[in-house]
């Protein structure tokens, strides 16, 4: 038998093909379920299963609601309609935080029986995912038991199920908790910049200590007044001056 195009295994007969050419079972596996594994470009399909085996590789089960599975450790989600011991079992939709575009947790199907003080009112969960590459729109849960009120005797009034504002709630903080990390991150690149330019500007080379700067920082001070003329002076004293003070913070937030 031909060789799967993704990992090189052996496929077998049923297995799918796209139009270069078979794919293993293993390998589909970890293709998004939305995705047509047929019409879809080799290249894609790579991308998809290397994404997706990193995110399984990490992946450990923090919160469960129905067929969603949260990691809020690493920020991580998965819907899985089938699960083995507590963890979900069909691992294709996997998801970082970070790649959604947009999330919505809401009430749908609302159904209200009973009468009298035997009411009931449930609704089942449904999960909406948009990312740049797909869209998932999927019942996650159903029969959610909501909370009412009778008004004016007959009407009913209901709220959204518990378990659903709840787990949007985990949600919208595991998002809040990326962006928090992502904005660190962008100030971190920022300050290395920062410091490459302070370090090129006082002509200095990692390591040096707090002395090394101050006598390198005094010295082209110094020779300041040799080698510009008289009105450079001060806008170069300042542009050294604030390249020391970069590095003086830098070297005490060591
Ligand atoms: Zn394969």
Request: proline letters at 2%; hydrophobic letters at 35%.
């Amino acid at each position: 038998m031909a060789e799967c195009i993704l990992c090189g295994k052996q496929t077998g007969f049923f297995d799918k093909r796209n139009p270069e050419g078979y794919l293993c079972k293993e390998c589909v596996s970890c293709i998004p379920s939305v995705i047509d594994c047929t019409s879809c470009s080799t290249e894609k399909l790579k991308y998809f299963r290397e994404q997706n085996l990193r995110k399984r590789k990490v992946f450990d089960t923090t919160a469960v609601f129905g067929s969603l599975y949260l990691d809020n450790i690493h920020r991580i989600f998965c819907i899985s309609p089938t699960q083995k011991k507590g963890e979900p079992a069909k691992l294709s939709d996997m998801f970082w935080v970070s790649e959604i575009d947009e999330i919505a947790l809401c009430c749908v199907n609302p159904v209200c029986t009973g009468s009298g003080t035997g009411i009931s009112v449930t609704c089942d969960a449904e999960l909406y995912v948009r990312t740049s590459e797909l869209r998932i729109k999927t019942i996650i849960a159903r029969n959610e038991k909501c909370s009412y009120k009778v008004v004016d005797g007959h009407k009913v009034e209901w709220k959204e199920a518990a378990r659903i504002a709840m787990f949007r709630s985990m949600f919208n903080q595991m998002i809040a908790d990326e962006n928090n990390t992502m904005l660190k991150e962008i100030r971190a690149v920022r300050n290395q910049k920062r410091i490459v330019w302070a370090e090129g500007v006082l002509m200095l080379k990692n390591p040096y200590t707090a002395d090394e700067l101050k006598q390198h920082y005094d010295f082209l001070k110094h020779n300041l007044q040799y080698s510009v003329s008289k009105h450079e002076t001060e806008y170069y004293d300042s542009i050294l001056e604030q390249a020391y003070k970069i590095l003086q913070e830098h070297i005490s937030e060591k």
